[in-house]
């Protein structure tokens, strides 16, 4: 599972960072994974946050083709 969410990382920089904003969708262990991994933290460390249903967490893409964490659980 970590190899395919670390495949839609790469590729989510290499296709998608000139656009303005793209929508992922998934289960909570998917995104408490792609942030851990957009963290540089190891997945056990997916136990220290909440990740509720139908919440929203916004990353960025910075200058350097790196991800960023704007927000977690983030009310519009």
């Known amino acids: 599972v970590r190899a395919r969410v670390q495949g839609v990382m790469r590729l989510i920089i290499n ?5 303005r904003a793209i929508v992922l969708c ?5 995104i408490k ?10 997945f056990n460390f997916r136990r220290k ?10 990353v960025s893409i910075n200058q350097k083709n790196e991800f960023e964490i704007e ?3 983030v009310s519009p």
């Open 71 to 73: 927000g977690l659980n």
């Open 49 to 58: 946050f909440k990740i509720p249903n139908a919440s929203i967490s916004i």
């Open 26 to 30: 998934s289960h909570v262990d998917i």
């Open 33 to 42: 994974m792609f942030i851990c991994e957009a963290m540089g933290t190891s």
């Open 15 to 19: 296709k998608y960072s000139n656009m």
